[in-house]
């Protein structure tokens, strides 16, 4: 089996992710939170954001979408079946950092982004919705 050839242009669905998770992190400082950790991984699975708000360990998935998307909002894309990852790599997370009997929250930071420009990577937050206690 051979492996696709990469055509040296980066994968948008990549790009456009990165971008929301690096808007996502930057709101979360501004409204005082504490980034413990960003892509944590392990083999359950990918954190997005681990923070921290007073003493409250904060894990957030963030869902990027373009504008005018067909699939669905970002929020609605964080399913059953996705919470229960997110709440299987979490323990592992905090096991591995031994944050026991410690409050924790899962949240959704859901970004829609339209294109600005005329350039393929530029893309401008047109909705930034933070959805506390999503599950």
């Excluded at 681990?50 to 970002?74: C, D, P, Y």
């Excluded at 399913?79 to 026991?100: G, I, P």
């Amino acid at each position: 089996m051979t492996k696709p050839e990469r055509t040296g242009k980066p994968d948008a669905r990549r790009a456009i992710g990165i971008h929301g998770e690096s808007e996502a992190a930057g709101y979360l400082l501004d409204k005082g939170y504490l980034l413990l950790d960003r892509n944590w991984r392990c083999r359950s699975g990918e954190l997005d954001i681990v923070a921290k708000l007073e003493s409250t360990i904060v894990i957030v998935e963030v869902r990027t979408r373009r504008a005018g998307g067909r699939f669905g909002t970002a929020v609605e894309s964080v399913d059953a079946r996705k919470q229960l990852q997110v709440r299987s790599t979490a323990e592992v997370y905090l096991s591995m950092n031994k944050l026991h009997g410690i409050r924790i929250r899962f949240d959704v930071i859901a970004i829609t982004l339209a294109q600005s420009g005329r350039e393929p990577d530029a893309y401008e937050v047109v909705e930034l919705r933070h959805v506390e206690a999503a599950f």
